[in-house]
């Protein structure tokens, strides 16, 4: 017998709805911000790694220390402000990767619950069809799809356990 209800917390409608509304705010908070990039401009501006951050903040540095030394070449109050605002916008991608972590576990939990009782359902349906009881040959049809076809291909893998759907079709994965 499985493990079940490895996450019996849910939200209320009133949570849902408080969730949804702060999103809603969110994203129409970020909109001044939201720049739509393709691929091929992800691929042209890239990522600034650790190394180039470094880089990035020494050249400020120099900036406002020595700012005889710097070129007027450069926009430097554009600088700042671009400096600024990207050290703000990492700030909430954090939170944002925090929050998108703990809502993922939450929802993993509940996959795998719903997987468990589902393969619990199936071998009932199992024991069910094979007394001939009414509705269940027709649903442990339905159900049997989704397993390892057949028990043939089950005996040519000896690891293979055909009251077990394929590993890809397990939705806590």
Known sequence: MSIF????LHLTKEQIDAIDLALTNLEKALEPVNI??????????????EQ???????V????KSQPTLRTSDVNWEEFERDFESRA????????????????TNAKTLHDYDNYQESL?????TSFRAKSK????EDKHRELAQFFAKGRKNAAKTPNAD????????????
């Open 5 to 8: 209800n490895l996450n019996n």
């Open 36 to 49: 739509n990039l393709t691929s091929e401009d992800r691929k042209k501006y890239g990522r600034v790694n």
């Open 52 to 58: 180039n951050k470094l880089f990035i903040l020494k």
């Open 60 to 63: 400020l540095e120099y900036a």
């Open 88 to 103: 703000i916008l990492e700030r909430f991608i954090g939170r944002l990767e925090s929050l998108t972590t703990r809502i």
């Open 120 to 124: 619990e359902d199936y071998a009932y």
């Open 133 to 136: 009881a009414i509705g269940y």
């Open 162 to 173: 055909a009251n077990k759907p394929n590993v890809k079709d397990n939705p806590a994965q």
